[in-house]
């Protein structure tokens, strides 16, 4: 909502009709005008626990391959995993494909990961690189150092650096990362 709408809310706000009961909802509370927050009464909602939202996509979303990198990308938010749905084979692709790169050279990598190449959806596949890489990082510190790369990519595609040129620099620079001894020797 811009500010010249918030503001047109106020008065609503201030003089709300008997019958109505308005309810705001933000993921970002720091969006909101102070005249507005200072109206309202704040309700913080939890994050739904991994159990419950497993059973809630498998049974109700009918989620067929559900990993815990997945679980963990969805931060508790049955909207988050309805979002998700769509794209869930990208994340399995994805998933394959940094189980790969310490097998497979950069020409095979860069071939396998032509679905990373998705302007729509690029920032739900970063955030989903970023927990895979950091379950990673339990087996070999080098995933750990990937992340880095992951974060400068997202810096650089919101202020709307060239998608493909960012998107190649960070599998390079994370394939060179995992296959330290081959570029270092």
Same mark, same amino acid.
């Given at each position: 909502m811009t500010k010249e709408a918030q503001n047109c809310l106020l008065k609503t706000l201030e003089e709300p009709p008997e019958y109505a009961c308005l309810i705001l909802?933000?993921?970002?509370?720091?969006? #909101? %005008?102070n005249t507005i927050k200072s109206r309202c009464?704040?309700?913080?909602? &939890?994050? #739904?626990?991994?159990?419950?939202? &497993?059973?809630y996509c498998i049974n109700t979303l009918k989620y067929e391959n559900l990993s815990e990198n997945l679980l963990k990308t969805f931060d508790g938010s049955i909207g988050k995993a309805i979002a998700l749905k769509e794209n869930s084979e990208k994340y399995s692709e994805l998933e394959n494909m940094i189980s790969s790169l310490e097998k497979e050279d950069i020409i095979?990598? %860069?071939?396998n990961s032509k679905f990373i190449y998705d302007k729509e959806n690029i920032f739900d596949i970063l955030? @989903?690189?970023?927990?895979s890489? @950091?379950?990673?990082?339990?087996?070999?510190? &080098? @995933?750990?150092?990937?992340l880095k790369y992951i974060s400068q990519t997202l810096t650089r595609l919101k202020a709307?650096?060239?998608?493909?040129?960012? #998107?190649?620099? %960070? %599998?390079?620079?994370?394939?060179?990362?995992i296959n330290e001894k081959s570029h270092r020797s």
């Open positions: 909802i933000s993921s970002n509370e720091n969006m #909101i %005008l009464m704040k309700v913080k909602f &939890r994050n #739904i626990e991994n159990d419950v939202l &497993r059973d095979t990598v %860069l071939e955030d @989903y690189m970023t927990v890489f @950091y379950s990673k990082s339990k087996e070999n510190k &080098r @995933y750990l150092n990937c709307n650096g060239n998608f493909d040129m960012n #998107i190649d620099s %960070l %599998l390079f620079n994370i394939w060179e990362e």
